[in-house]
């Protein structure tokens, strides 16, 4: 399953850089997401990149500061956060989309990590 990791706290307006590294299965042949959860919200997608490398960002709030980006060499799917809110702040997940294309619905994904948290706060 994938592994995530570089969660952490940040201040607003803050950079963070998540990695997602494929362990037992290759990345390269699929479309793979970010996707997230806050307390008392429902998952959402936050971040898809097909096996092409097209990308896509879901929420409104997330464009033009999230880019995802994949190294099919070190089987590594990164999100690069920028400008990060406090209402950015969740457990971001990592995982597989069952079709090449990108998608937002979560029940589109499967192999999910166990996810990894990160704090927006001063």
């Known amino acids: 399953q994938p592994v995530e990791s570089w969660g952490g706290l940040v201040q607003p307006g803050g950079p963070l850089r998540l990695s997602c590294v494929a362990s037992?299965?290759?990345?390269?042949?699929?479309?793979i997401g970010w996707l997230r959860q806050s307390p008392g919200k429902e998952r959402e997608g936050a971040s898809c990149?097909?096996?092409?490398?097209?990308?896509?960002n879901y929420p409104d709030s997330v464009k033009g500061r999230f880019t995802i980006s994949r190294d099919n060499a070190k089987n590594t799917v990164y999100l690069q956060m920028n400008s990060l809110k406090p209402e950015d702040a969740a457990v971001y997940y990592c995982?597989?989309?069952?079709?090449?294309?990108?998608?937002?619905?979560?029940?589109?994904?499967?192999?999910w990590g166990q996810g990894t948290q990160v704090t927006v706060s001063s």
């Open positions: 037992g299965f290759t990345l390269a042949p699929y479309a």
């Open positions: 995982a597989k989309r069952l079709y090449s294309l990108c998608g937002r619905d979560p029940s589109d994904y499967d192999y």
């Open positions: 990149i097909t096996p092409n490398g097209g990308t896509a």
